[in-house]
């Protein structure tokens, strides 16, 4: 079975600070992509990266970052300077292939102005 | 990129009636779709996956007689919210894979539907 385990239910932080959020999967899948969702208070979930389970590479998007690590399964997520319009439920999510999707449980990020 | 619509996005029901969802992807075609409910500040969980010309596969613990799923073409599922009780109130998202490269998003999903019950 998969599992995703995000540990931060939420986080405040007062704009501009850097603020990372972690993510931590299981999965028996040699495959596997990784994936990163925005859920502003509208409800719609707003696409951020996905990763393969075979590309360990970090990545940078202005001010988003990315950390995947296999040793420890986690996949971890850190804003730059943070602003107002970062405040959301950020979900961490995982799947095996052309299957369904297993979501964390979320992290509410605030950002104080 | 691949789009995936829902409709209709809200919608507010009396107890007892039932309500029906749908989920089209727009530029591509989709065999298999998933619907999912997210209950306030939870996450979503998958209820059912839909596959285009057979019967649809429910996760454990979703009533298949209440939500009823028909994947009537390559492009459009629907879900039938059949004689719905206040606890059915809920977010339902659909997703839609498209594994054809066109972007580095593979599951698109559905802006939503509210359900209220009354």
């Known amino acids: 079975a998969q599992k995703v385990t995000q540990a931060q239910t939420e986080i405040s932080v007062v704009e501009k600070e850097d603020v990372t959020l972690d993510c931590v999967y299981e999965?028996?899948?040699?495959?596997?992509?990784l994936f990163w969702y925005k859920q502003p208070p509208s409800g719609e979930l707003v696409f951020l990266i996905r990763?393969?389970?075979?590309?360990?590479q970090n990545e940078i998007s202005g001010r988003y970052s990315w950390n995947f690590q296999k040793s420890t399964s986690s996949f971890n997520f850190t804003i730059t300077a943070s602003q107002v319009v970062d405040s959301a439920v950020y979900f961490c999510a995982l799947t095996g292939g052309y299957q369904k999707v297993t979501f964390g449980t979320g992290t509410k990020l605030q950002v104080i102005p | 990129g691949a789009v995936v619509s829902q409709h209709p996005s809200r919608v507010i029901c009396k107890s007892g009636t039932s309500v029906k969802i749908e989920c089209r992807s727009l530029?591509?075609?989709?065999?298999?779709m998933f619907w999912y409910r997210q209950f306030p500040k939870q996450s979503l969980m998958l209820m059912a996956t839909s596959n285009e010309g057979s019967k649809a596969t429910y996760e454990q613990g979703v009533e298949k007689d209440k939500f009823l799923i028909n994947h009537a073409s390559l492009t459009l599922s629907t879900l039938t919210v059949t004689s719905a009780h206040p606890e059915d109130s809920s977010f339902y998202i659909c997703?839609?894979?498209?594994?054809?490269?066109?972007?580095?998003?593979?599951?698109?999903f559905g802006p939503g539907t509210r359900l209220t019950v009354l």
């Open positions: 530029d591509f075609q989709a065999t298999t």
């Open positions: 990763r393969n389970s075979f590309d360990e």
């Open positions: 997703s839609a894979p498209d594994w054809s490269g066109r972007s580095t998003d593979t599951q698109y």
């Open positions: 999965t028996r899948d040699t495959t596997y992509y």
